[in-house]
Each structure stands twice: as C-alpha cells, then as structure tokens.
C-alpha cells in the first residue's frame, strides 16, 4: 500500500506543470509629446529652440576684484592738453554774423570813463536858458546822443563785470577745494555727520581764509551795485529826452 501510494504522488508531481504562468501586466501609456515653450512659434521642421546662452561666471563673495590701474599723470595731462586745445579751436569758430558783429565792435568802442564824466556833467540843469525852439531842437538832440551812450556805459560795465565774476570764480576754485578737503577730513575723523552742502563750503572757506574771501564779496558787491547804477544813470538821461520832448510840443503850440 505504501508502494502504492508514492507511485501515484510521483504520477500526480509529473503530470503537473513545471512553473506557475506569470500575471499579466497591464501596458504602460506612451509618454506625451513635449509641448512647445510659450511665447515662441514651432518651426516648419520642428527645430528644436535654441539652448540658453550660459550666464558669466559670478566672482565668489569674498575675494578681492582687480580694478585697472589709474591713469598715468603725463596721460591725463596730455588728455587735458587736447581737450583746451579743443575748446579754444571752438571758441575760435564760435562767432555771430557779420553784421551783427560789427555792431557790437561799435557799441563797446566807447570810452566808458571819460564818456561818463561828460554825461554826468551834462546831467545837471543848472541855470535855466532860453526856451525858443532852436534852442529845444539842438538840447534835444544832444540829450537823445547821450542818453544812447549813457545806455551803451550800462551795457558795457555789465559785460565787464560778468567777466569779472567769471574770473572771481575761478580764483574761489581754490580755496573751495580746500575747504571741501577740511569738510571731508572732519566727517573722516567723526566730527561731523551730516551731507556737507554748499554753504557749508562757503563758511568753511570764510573760516580758512577770512581776509581774501572778505575782500573778493566786497568787490563782486561793488560791482554789482556799480551797474545797477548805472542802469539808473541811462534812465535819467532817457527821461531827460522825453522832458524836453514836452517842451517842444509846448513851443510848438
């Protein structure tokens, strides 16, 4: 029986088959076509875009850059050198037309001073003369000649004082230089805080140099009071003109 029995198990172990069947797989979905970037039109052919341009390499935080080297001095200077030459050749071709030119020759040919020392003689009243007509014609005359120089005094003395503001200036360059170096030199050493502004420089430069500076705003004052003056002075003799225009009309009449 036993015989029997491992006979049937060896039959049953042969008739079966040798390996389990594998579960079958669900298929995988195809990947999607990749769609084009926004903004940009899908060629003909299909190119594909163009890659991005790699960005420059950034210097890591911590090290030092090497700037250029300044400038030598005999470059700069030479620089400097052309660059007056320049501005002096335009200057040169800087000029008005003809025409116009020669009336400025005509009107600053006046000899300011001794032309002012007649005016403001001839200014005053004095004694009052005879008002006949020939003799209001001919004061008239000279009033309307004088009161033109008198003007063409106020134009001049203004064109020289501009000029004389314009080499005060120049001569205030200096010591605004030092000044702003003093200004700065204090913020350095922690005496001052505050944004250093205009008038400070001026009352820095009035502390460094109290004599010149006092001297140099006396001066551009004069000045400007001078042809202020002067200004008034052409109006008189302007009025002067029209004062013996009435008088005429009144001979006349």
């Known amino acids: 029986m036993r015989r029997r029995s491992e006979v049937k198990q060896a039959t049953a172990a042969a008739q079966a088959p040798e390996n389990e069947p594998e579960p079958v797989k669900a298929p995988e979905p195809e990947p999607e076509p990749a ?11 299909g190119a594909k875009a163009a890659a991005p341009k790699p960005e420059p390499a950034k210097p890591e935080s911590g090290r030092d850059t090497i700037s250029a080297p300044p400038p030598d001095m005999d470059d700069r200077s030479s620089m400097l050198a052309r660059r007056r030459a320049q501005v002096a050749a335009d200057l040169e071709n800087l000029v008005l037309a003809e025409g116009t030119s ?4 005509r009107i600053f040919e006046i000899d300011v001073w001794s032309t002012y020392e007649r005016l403001e003689a001839e200014l005053r009243i004095g004694e009052p003369g005879n008002r006949d007509r020939i003799t209001l014609v001919n004061a008239l005359d000279n009033a309307q000649e004088n ?41 350095d050493r922690g005496e001052r805080r505050k944004a250093i502004t205009d008038a400070d420089v001026t009352s820095k430069i009035a502390a460094l140099f109290p004599d010149e500076w006092r001297a140099l705003e006396e001066e551009r ?3 400007r009071r001078t042809v202020a003056n002067l200004e008034r002075f052409a109006d008189l003799w302007s009025k002067r003109v029209r004062t013996l225009e009435v008088l005429l009309e009144s001979v006349r009449a």
């Open 221 to 223: 004052a004069k000045a």
């Open 35 to 45: 769609k084009p970037a926004k903004g940009r039109k899908r060629g003909g052919n």
């Open 147 to 187: 009161a033109r120089q008198a003007h063409a005094i106020f134009v001049s003395a203004k064109v020289a004082v501009d000029r004389y503001e314009a080499d005060a200036v120049v001569l205030a360059v200096s010591m605004r230089e030092q000044a702003s170096a003093e200004l700065e030199a204090d913020k």
């Open 102 to 105: 020669k009336i400025v020759e």
